[in-house]
């Protein structure tokens, strides 16, 4: 296959459905983590305000585990109430690029044919 072929086609294959909805996964995947994370962090910032004794009720009533926070150091505590978030994102990123590589395998045979003929 030739090179310079298959990025001439590159335009048609990112207009392709396929490869637009893997735009929307994968900024989807991304957004989530990135709100997810300020959420966490402000409610980090609002736990380590609370009086040492009512940050158990605090923590449950905000749906964390203050058990699983307390035993962190402030640093840890951050990546482990988001590392699911991350992981989420990841996998959107690998269905993105599933999704982009069907759409170059579907669009780049066409465009090489009409191209061709």
């Given at each position: 296959?030739?090179?310079?072929?298959?990025?001439?086609?590159?335009?048609?294959?990112?207009?392709?459905?396929?490869?637009?909805?893997?735009?929307?996964?994968?900024?989807?995947?991304?957004?989530?983590?990135?709100?997810?994370r300020r959420r966490s962090?402000?409610?980090?910032?609002?736990?380590?305000?609370?009086?040492?004794?009512?940050?158990?009720?605090?923590?449950?009533?905000?749906?964390?585990?203050?058990?699983?926070?307390?035993?962190?150091?402030?640093?840890?505590?951050?990546?482990?109430?988001?590392?699911?978030?991350?992981?989420?994102?990841?996998?959107?990123?690998?269905?993105?690029?599933?999704?982009?590589?069907?759409?170059?395998?579907?669009?780049?045979?066409?465009?090489?044919?009409?191209?061709?003929?």
């Open positions: 296959m030739n090179w310079t072929a298959l990025i001439s086609a590159l335009p048609k294959v990112s207009a392709d459905p396929l490869a637009i909805l893997a735009y929307i996964i994968l900024a989807a995947g991304w957004v989530i983590w990135v709100l997810r962090i402000d409610f980090l910032k609002s736990l380590a305000l609370q009086p040492e004794k009512s940050r158990p009720g605090y923590a449950v009533a905000a749906g964390y585990s203050y058990d699983e926070l307390a035993g962190l150091n402030p640093k840890d505590r951050l990546r482990v109430i988001t590392r699911r978030y991350l992981l989420i994102a990841y996998v959107f990123t690998g269905i993105a690029v599933l999704l982009f590589l069907l759409s170059v395998l579907r669009v780049v045979p066409q465009y090489l044919e009409l191209r061709n003929v």
